[in-house]
Nanobody
Framework: VQLQASGGGLVQSGGSLRLSCAAP????????FGWFRQAPGNEREGVSC????????YYTDSVKGRFTISRDNAKLTVYLQMNSLKPEDTAVYYC????????????WGQGTLVTVSS
C-alpha cells in the first residue's frame, strides 16, 4: 500500500493550494492521516492531522486559521486546503498514515513541493 500526494506548485503570497493524498489499498476508516512538511535546512514538522474515528483535526499554531484538513472516506483521499499562503510555508509536504493501531506514522507519501513567492 502506498500514499500518493499531489497538488503542490508555485503560488504567490496570499494565494491558495489544495494538496491531496490518495490512499488506494488502505482500509481507510482505520487510519489517522497527517500532513508534514520540511523546508530546506529545517527538520520535518507536523502540520495537521485528522482523526480516524471522529474526524477531529489538529493544526500546528503557524497554520491555524489558514489551513484545513479533511478526509473523503468514499474517495480514500485526504486533503489539505491551504489559504493565505506565506513564503515561510514553502516546503516539501508529505502525507502520512498511522493505523489500525495508532502510533508512529508507518506509511508515507512521496512528498509534493509547495513554493510560495513573495
Amino acid at each position: 500500500v502506498q500514499l500518493q500526494a499531489s497538488g503542490g506548485g508555485l503560488v504567490q503570497s496570499g494565494g491558495s493550494l489544495r494538496l491531496s493524498c490518495a490512499a488506494p489499498g488502505f482500509n481507510f476508516d482505520d487510519y489517522t492521516f497527517g500532513w508534514f512538511r520540511q523546508a530546506p535546512g529545517n527538520e520535518r514538522e507536523g502540520v495537521s492531522c485528522i482523526n480516524r474515528r471522529d474526524g477531529s483535526a489538529y493544526y500546528t499554531d503557524s497554520v491555524k486559521g489558514r489551513f484545513t484538513i479533511s478526509r473523503d472516506n468514499a474517495k480514500l483521499t485526504v486533503y489539505l486546503q491551504m489559504n493565505s499562503l506565506k513564503p515561510e510555508d514553502t516546503a516539501v509536504y508529505y502525507c502520512a498514515a498511522t493505523g489500525p493501531i495508532v502510533g508512529p506514522y508507518d506509511y508515507w507519501g512521496q512528498g509534493t513541493l509547495v513554493t510560495v513567492s513573495s
